[in-house]
């Protein structure tokens, strides 16, 4: 099975910007929701956002207005910007999408297809 693969994360000083892009396996004719996970040392994985096929999107509450989630939907690709990151951003960040197409997108909820991760760095 292919995954979907992160890239674009390292160290960023508070108040700093990263963008983070997946790459989603191919699947020409379908659509499925895509999103962001991340998981900080110690703590539960959160949901972040997500987006559908039309561009709607949902954000937890701990990164509105902060990053922004966007896909490129002829190159499978979903970006999730980051800007003035916290010390509390540091994580694992995760891309998912939703194992089956086709299928409505409610939020994070059927995003069950994972990524490796990425590290997201936050210091001063």
């Known amino acids: 099975q292919v995954l979907p693969f992160e890239s674009g994360g390292g160290s960023v000083q508070p108040g700093g910007s990263l963008r983070l892009s997946c790459e989603a396996p191919?699947?020409?004719?379908?659509?499925?929701?895509l999103g962001w996970f991340r998981q900080a040392p110690g703590k539960e994985r959160e949901a972040l956002a997500s987006i559908d096929a039309g561009g709607t999107v949902s954000y937890a509450d701990s990164i509105k207005r902060r990053f922004t989630i966007s896909r490129d939907n002829t190159k499978n690709n979903v970006v999730l910007q980051m800007t003035s990151l916290k010390l509390e951003d540091s994580a694992i960040y995760y891309c998912?999408?939703?194992?089956?197409?086709?299928?409505?997108?409610?939020?994070?909820?059927?995003?069950?297809?994972w990524g490796q991760g990425i590290l997201v760095t936050v210091s001063s």
């Open positions: 191919p699947d020409a004719g379908t659509s499925r929701c």
């Open positions: 998912a999408r939703d194992p089956q197409a086709d299928r409505e997108c409610r939020g994070t909820l059927f995003l069950e297809d």
